[in-house]
């Protein structure tokens, strides 16, 4: 088959070591776990891996029950991508578009400007530039 290559439980064991080593090293972050984004399973025909959005919320479900008890908190770019328009995919996976980088990177900042208490208005113009001028991630 084409199941998932790491284990649910394998996976739930590697996000509370990788936790705690953060909070370790960290001890005062305010630690944002990013949810995967959904895929285009349509775009994987003939595809000799394929990813399917029902693993990818289920193992979005395993980080949420496994890091909420730990004070973790989320962004979920699943839902963000769930609803993201063809255009803003640059293949079944990535969203290395003008469109996917508005839409993806967009819900980070705000995510973080929201978590962090940062009137997003406020951001300095060179960090809000990476965001208009998507060139500069790109590396066009």
């Not at 705690?20 to 090293?25: E, F, G, H, S, T």
């Not at 001890?27 to 399917?52: D, M, N, W």
């Not at 979920?76 to 255009?87: F, I, N, Q, T």
């Amino acid at each position: 088959g084409d199941e998932p290559f790491t284990s649910p439980a394998f996976y739930a064991e590697t996000l509370v070591k990788i936790h705690n080593r953060l909070k370790q090293i960290f001890p005062k972050a305010k630690l944002v776990f990013a949810l995967s984004t959904a895929v285009q399973e349509e775009k994987y025909i003939g595809e000799e891996y394929k990813r399917y959005n029902s693993d990818i919320r289920a193992y979005n479900e395993i980080a949420i029950k496994t890091l909420t008890p730990l004070g973790e908190e989320f962004d979920d770019l699943y839902s963000v991508s769930e609803s993201a328009p063809k255009d803003c995919y640059s293949d079944p996976t990535h969203f290395n578009t003008l469109a996917g980088i508005k839409r993806i990177g967009g819900a980070v900042v705000d995510c973080l400007c929201e978590k962090l208490n940062i009137d997003r208005g406020m951001l300095a113009e060179k960090e809000a530039e990476l965001f208009t001028i998507p060139e500069k991630i790109l590396g066009n």
